[in-house]
């Protein structure tokens, strides 16, 4: 049964050559290759535009504090399910340059029980920069009140009279009023940040386990090769419901998101270490490696410094395509209430809301996140097409 | 080759009956008592007691997988068989045996992924083609592009979406299940049309999830054949365009596929478990998600059961097909 790897010429990825040394053992070669890499993958337009949605993602993932105009649980139980807020340019008194919103108040319509907004047009609430709002701790050094944008604040209340909001809902509010746009931006933290975890989890089982089992061929090629049979011939997401279950639900939101990314990774690494395993057989025998040895280094020392650079550049592009599938696990178990906990955000339990389907039409602006979800998977994927491209060495050679 | 096959299917039983040990071990390790999510705080300890005993799980851990794999009745230890003897065990969210809970859940799902399946293979493998003969050019970019979007869309996200339009907005589709309400009130064809109604948007989705990667592998296996020799030799000896690729290329290209449909036999079960759960569409990945929720053991273990022998047997195929197809590969 080891033959099976070696004998399927589809699967192979023995064959492969590794394309680029990035890793190369003295440092010029390797910052030299690095820019033959950027070189060849600009070439590929859609892989650029990959990275750049991939970058303005984690930059709103890094300054979401300050980017969303609210806190992520900043809630007004008054205004549940508000609709994207209209921003005027002018109305009945003139014209402004400077964007302004109504104040809004929702009520219940008695006839249809549907709920609708209300607006006293007589006031206006411009939009401003740089304005004061709920407390946060950029970038997790400093306390502060700052938020890029916002409105200003609405009229006092008239005793008696109705109490109007002035809530700057540029994607809609929820079920519980918060701001969809807000959780958005803190949302992307978990999912832009969930791949990379996991990812590099997966990569250092799957690296070494695949880097000792094609050096070490024999006994111990065998047993780890079983193990990762094993492991890739159980039905994947059936385990990872099951993993998850060994958890009690009411895990805090932090430990969900390590344990969540634990178990993808769990599942994830055979794949990686198969491949590594084949590209391995390949270098093994090759004369610089005849050549450590004769030097004296340890095995350890030689999978791990010479044989594995090597396999880089096969490595960066299987953790870009990687990455979306940790995405996509995350948002899939949210999405059913298994993953983060509200009343943490992130793309996937945002989307839970969405699935009161009958209801849905009442408020379709739930289903934004997805959206995104969609975005941050297109360009990861994007990206590393870009990358295999660039990489390929029939393509870089010609 | 006969040998190798023997060989692995019985890695294969070895290893159908380690995923069963470690879907045990999950089980009994995860936190909470069977079925406590249904019982009514009403109910006396003694009948749940009796409950526990009716269904043997006052019993140790190793005991309760023995029995359910049957070698406690194989040795006379207990009355009821288990799965040596065909028998699943007994579910007691549903209060039924585990095979009639299964039953229409399986032909749910299977009817779904293969009327699925039928549809990505006769819309990707044509189109597959025409991208590889118009390389570079537009049908292929928009193609390719399109197959990047089939293949980052997220099925559930899809699927909300489509249903807000179709089901919430418009009324069109149903939203979600298998069935309409009146469903049994019905007469046979309009039953079949229910079904019909109920199914087009899993489907569409799941079609267009699939589509990408066959497009892309079977443009990517024509290519390789449309470089091959004897493609220019046929063109060189002035045959027409249409000619070298139907009748020379084409008939290459399409072989080393087979080996998918191994793959995609595995795929059969599991492949639509988070779809099912965001449409409420009956089938396994809901049911286990529902197993899971009350803990109940049998079913569980029943539905992972099948899930392992389905990839198995997949992955088997496909390594048959594989040597089938390629008299490269052989299997010592």
């Known amino acids: 049964m080891t033959q099976t790897a070696t004998q399927n010429p589809q699967q192979d990825p023995a064959q492969v050559q590794p394309a680029l040394d990035l890793g190369g053992s003295d440092g010029q070669s390797a910052t030299a290759s690095w820019r033959g890499l950027w070189k060849a993958f600009r070439k590929s337009r859609m892989g650029v535009i990959g990275l750049s949605i991939v970058s303005v993602l984690y930059f709103v993932a890094i300054f979401a504090d300050c980017l969303a105009p609210y806190g992520f649980d900043n809630e007004t139980r ?33 006839d249809t029980f549907q709920i609708k907004q209300e607006q006293d047009v007589t006031h206006r609430c411009y939009l401003r920069l740089f304005v004061q709002g709920d407390e946060h701790l950029f970038l997790g050094l400093f306390k502060t009140h700052l938020h890029l944008f916002g409105v200003d604040p609405p009229p006092p209340a008239t005793p008696g009279g109705d109490t109007y909001y002035a809530r700057l809902y540029l994607m809609g509010s929820d079920l519980s009023g918060r701001d969809v746009f807000s959780r ?17 989890i997966g990569l250092i089982i799957g690296a070494l386990v695949g880097g000792i089992s094609g050096y070490y061929i024999g006994a111990v090629d065998n047993i780890l090769q079983r193990i990762c049979e094993i492991m890739m011939l159980l039905p994947g997401f059936y385990l990872l419901l099951m993993l998850r279950f060994l958890f009690p639900a009411d895990m805090s939101s932090v430990a969900i998101y390590f344990y969540i990314t634990v178990i993808m990774a769990f599942i994830g690494w055979p794949g990686l270490a198969r491949v590594v395993r084949g590209m391995v057989l390949s270098i093994r025998n090759l004369d610089y490696i005849h050549a450590a040895r004769a030097v004296g280094q340890n095995n350890f020392r030689i999978i791990v410094r010479h044989i594995l650079p090597n396999t880089f550049g096969y490595l960066i592009v299987s953790v870009t395509m990687g990455i979306p599938g940790y995405i996509l ?24 809301q969405a699935m009161d389907i009958t209801e849905l039409d009442q408020h379709p602006w739930v289903l934004w996140p997805g959206l995104f979800i969609f975005l941050a998977v297109i360009s990861f994927n994007l990206m590393g097409d870009g990358l295999r491209d660039a990489l390929d060495p029939k393509r870089t050679k010609t | 080759m006969r040998s190798y096959i023997i060989r692995r299917c019985i890695f294969a039983v070895v290893l159908v009956f380690i995923s069963t040990i470690i879907a045990f071990t999950f089980l009994k390790l995860s936190p909470g008592k069977p079925g406590a999510a249904d019982i009514n705080p009403r109910v006396s300890q003694a009948y749940l ?23 406690m009745r194989f040795i006379g230890k207990d009355t009821r068989g288990g799965l040596l003897q065909g028998d699943l065990g007994l579910s007691f969210k549903y209060q039924q045996p585990v095979a009639q809970v299964l039953k229409p859940r399986l032909l749910a799902t299977l009817s779904l992924n293969i009327i699925t399946m039928l549809f990505t293979w006769s819309v990707a493998v ?27 869309l997220p099925g559930f996200f899809s699927a909300l979406f489509l249903l807000w339009i179709f089901a919430s907005h418009y009324h069109w589709l149903p939203a979600g299940g298998l069935v309409s309400l009146d469903h049994d009130t019905l007469g046979f064809f309009p039953r079949m049309l229910d079904y019909a109604r109920h199914m087009i948007l899993p489907i569409v989705v799941m079609t267009f999830g699939a589509l990408a990667s066959l497009q892309r592998y079977s443009r990517g296996n024509m290519l390789e054949v449309l470089r091959e020799q004897y493609v220019t030799t046929a063109r060189a000896k002035g045959l027409s365009e249409s000619r070298v690729i139907y009748k020379h290329a084409l008939r290459n290209a399409i ?30 990945g809901q049911l286990m998600l529902e197993a899971l929720r009350a803990k109940d053991q049998c079913l569980v273990m029943t539905t992972f059961l099948l899930g392992s022998i389905m990839l198995n047997i997949g992955n088997l195929l496909a390594e048959i097909l594989l040597a089938a197809v390629d008299p490269r590969v052989s299997y010592v």
């Not at chain 1, 921003?87 to 964007?99: Q, Y």
């Not at chain 2, 537009?138 to 197959?147: E, I, N, Q, V």
Request: aromatic share 12%.
């Open chain 2, 126 to 152: 044509p189109l597959g083609i025409w991208a590889a003969v118009k390389q570079y050019k537009l049908p292929d970019k928009l193609l390719s592009l399109c197959s990047f979007t089939g293949m980052s």
């Open chain 1, 329 to 352: 696990g995350e948002s899939g178990l949210s999405v059913l209430g298994l993953g983060i906990a509200e009343p943490i955000p992130s793309w996937g339990n945002m989307l839970h």
């Open chain 1, 184 to 200: 958005i931006c803190y949302g992307s933290r978990i999912s832009m940040s969930i791949g990379l975890v996991g990812e590099s």
């Open chain 2, 255 to 284: 072989n080393p596929l087979v080996t998918m449909l191994g793959f995609e036999f595995a795929g059969l079960f599991g492949g639509a478990a988070l779809l099912e759960n965001v449409i409420n569409y009956p089938g396994m």
């Open chain 1, 78 to 110: 008054d205004l549940l399910w508000a609709p994207p807020t209209r921003l005027h340019f002018s109305d009945a008194n003139g014209s402004s340059w400077r964007p302004f919103i109504y104040p809004t108040r929702s009520y219940i319509d008695s």
């Open chain 2, 49 to 71: 007691d009796q409950q526990q005993r009716f269904y043997g799980l006052n019993r140790s851990p190793v005991t309760q997988y023995f029995s359910w794999l049957g070698v």
